[in-house]
């Protein structure tokens, strides 16, 4: 299998910095606790928030001009905490406190659970697991922090494999690469591993960063975008260039 890359080289460092060039962007008013967001192909963005003791999902749009507005919010019946596109119009969700360890929704607000997926039959805490989707493998991806555990279930054949590498410790984000492998975010150790859906790491990456906790690839798959968990004070988003 080809790998999505050989070598990965940090361009930018610090978030604070970042955001405050970026000052012709305007900010949708939003007084809730945003958790996780994902962009789509179309400028829309989803991102899923704590709003008075249940979970929502609020669809935003950014112009060109940077202006981002509130198009609508749609209410779950479940504790979504990480989200990630699937297919078509509909996301998947990990699970906070529901038997069911992820779980679909799709653009105009209907719930769902995925099939023939072989995921851990336990119900989990918030920030224990994360979940991401490979569309080319149809397999969804899922992150067990404590069990230093990464699921790889293809929901066509039910096939699971379980990735246990000594490499993989407190699993978190992870996301998919545009030729089918994904990265996840191994926060104990502070590296980003590149994988394949048969569990095989290929890459090992040593960011310099404390406690990654979530992972993005831009669109054309020659940036990746890595932020840390509050258990390092100081807080960063680090963009990288992938070398092929």
């Not at 609508?72 to 979504?80: E, I």
Request: contains cysteine; aromatic residues 8%.
């Amino acid at each position: 299998m080809k790998r999505c890359s050989k070598k990965i080289s940090s361009t930018e460092t610090n978030a604070t910095k970042e955001c405050t060039k970026q000052e012709n962007t305007k900010r949708a008013k939003q007084t809730n606790i945003p958790y996780f967001v994902k962009i789509l192909k179309n400028i829309k963005v989803f991102f899923n928030f704590s709003e008075q003791g249940y979970k929502a999902i609020a669809l935003l749009v950014v112009s060109k001009s940077n202006n981002i507005s509130l198009v609508r919010t749609m209410r779950l019946s479940f504790y979504g905490m990480s989200i990630c596109p699937m297919e078509g119009d509909m996301f998947i969700l990990s699970t906070c406190g529901h038997p069911r360890a992820v779980r679909t929704i799709t653009v105009s607000g209907h719930e769902g659970d995925v099939q023939h997926a072989c995921l851990p039959d336990k119900t989990f805490k918030g920030g224990e697991s994360q979940c991401t989707y490979v569309e080319a493998h149809k397999t969804v991806v899922f992150t067990d922090r404590d069990d230093h555990t990464v699921y790889m279930s293809n929901i066509e054949n039910g096939r699971c494999h379980i990735e246990l590498s000594d490499q993989i410790r407190f699993p978190k984000g992870a996301c998919p690469c545009i030729d089918g492998t994904v990265f996840v975010c191994s926060a104990g150790t502070g590296c980003i591993l590149q994988l394949t859906t048969q569990g095989t790491v290929l890459t090992t990456h040593d960011i310099s960063m404390a406690w990654p906790f979530a992972v993005s690839l831009s669109r054309d798959g020659t940036r990746l975008a890595v932020s840390n968990s509050e258990k390092d004070k100081q807080k960063k988003i680090k963009l990288f260039k992938i070398l092929r």
